[in-house]
């Protein structure tokens, strides 16, 4: 974004200040940023007739690089080093594509175990969980310690042993908290602590991945990332042994990829962060196409599904056997029911009606 000057003043331009004070590439200038060049990233898949995992997965590595913007990142990624990815990405593309389109991407499910859920919820939906075959589960942490004890031995005990656990504090504890408290659920064999202190604390996370990784527990953090630089600073310092990319919080699919390329410079999976608003949708185009051209592995790679709200979108999720089976519409799959919005278009919805007039009353 250039500098531009009020007309006959040389003073900056309100935009310019605003730019200043709430960004650059972080905050609301980022998460509009995103809006924007994701629609425009739909329209081009739309144009082009693909679905946009299909788009990327098609497209020319230089057209692809051309894409991405690599000023902050070079002294960990550098252009060239970017193209050298994905030309031996090139290796084996069309087989792992067709892996995709019989077998899907590998997900994993948040909605069994939130904070809050009586343990007759917690068993009913495991056993449902079970029953639709999911083996990947994760369960929110931090509230209350002996609470956190009982619902993981719960959970552990119904999936089993040999089932995948994760963890998520939602950026509960201080960084000694946090160190201490899951080595009191290491018991429980968890895969990763997601965001286990403040999502800016690079320094922390690298002190708790430090303290953890000899109990077996990786750390997964970045869905409040606010940018490229800082999981450039992340992967870095060796901070997080998962990845969570998130397809709205970074400034659309093209900071998004210049995350995965160095996501696998580092070899360190990504594991999207995701939820029933629309994020299922989006991601489930990125880390498709990481397989398949960045990647090439499924090795403790995973991405989350939660499964409410999708009916509000014109080309939901399709998911079978536990795993996100590639779009076949074109675009970029966030496209919503015109229905939908009407009923919640702000402040005249039928949504907003009912809560304004119960606030009211």
């Not at 210049?258 to 990125?286: D, N, R, T, W, Y």
């Not at 051209?293 to 499964?307: D, G, P, T």
Request: hydrophobic share 40%; aromatic share 8%; glycine share 6%.
């Amino acid at each position: 974004m250039r500098k531009t000057g009020s007309r006959g003043t040389g003073l900056p331009s309100l935009w310019e200040k605003a730019r200043k004070l709430i960004g650059p590439e972080k905050g609301v200038v980022h998460l509009a940023t995103a809006a924007l060049l994701n629609a425009v990233w739909d329209l081009w898949a739309k144009q082009e007739g693909k679905p946009l995992w299909k788009l990327l997965v098609d497209m020319d590595p230089r057209t692809l690089l051309s894409c991405i913007d690599f000023r902050y990142i070079t002294d960990v990624l550098t252009e060239e080093e970017a193209y050298e990815i994905l030309q031996k990405g090139q290796v084996g593309k069309k087989e792992r594509e067709g892996q995709m389109l019989m077998h899907g991407y590998p997900a994993y499910t948040t909605s069994c175990a939130w904070l809050g859920y009586s343990d007759d919820t917690l068993k009913q939906l495991c056993t449902e969980a079970l029953k639709d075959g999911w083996t990947r589960f994760k369960v929110k942490v931090g509230a209350d310690l002996q609470d956190d004890i009982r619902r993981c031995r719960l959970i552990r005990n119904m999936i089993g042993p040999e089932k995948t656990l994760m963890m998520d504090a939602n950026q509960r504890w201080d960084v000694p908290e946090a160190v201490e408290w899951m080595s009191k659920l290491a018991e429980f064999k968890p895969l990763w602590i997601e965001e286990p202190t403040s999502p800016d604390d690079i320094l922390g996370h690298a002190a708790i991945s430090e303290a953890l990784v000899p109990l077996g527990i990786g750390v997964a953090t970045g869905e409040q990332c606010h940018n490229r630089v800082i999981f450039k600073q992340l992967l870095q310092a060796k901070a997080l042994q998962f990845l969570q990319i998130d397809s709205c919080r970074l400034g659309s699919v093209n900071e998004n990829l210049s995350v995965l390329l160095m996501a696998k410079k580092f070899e360190i999976p990504v594991c999207p962060h995701a939820g029933g608003v629309g994020l299922c949708e989006l991601v489930q185009h990125l880390i498709i196409f990481d397989f398949i051209s960045i990647s090439a592995s499924l090795k403790n790679r995973m991405c989350e599904y939660v499964n409410h709200l999708h009916e509000h979108f014109r080309y939901p999720v399709v998911i079978k056997k536990a795993s996100y089976m590639p779009p076949k519409d074109a675009g970029y799959s966030t496209e919503m029911k015109e229905e939908s919005v009407k009923k919640h278009q702000y402040p005249h919805g039928e949504v907003w009606k009912k809560l304004l007039a119960a606030q009211e009353n």
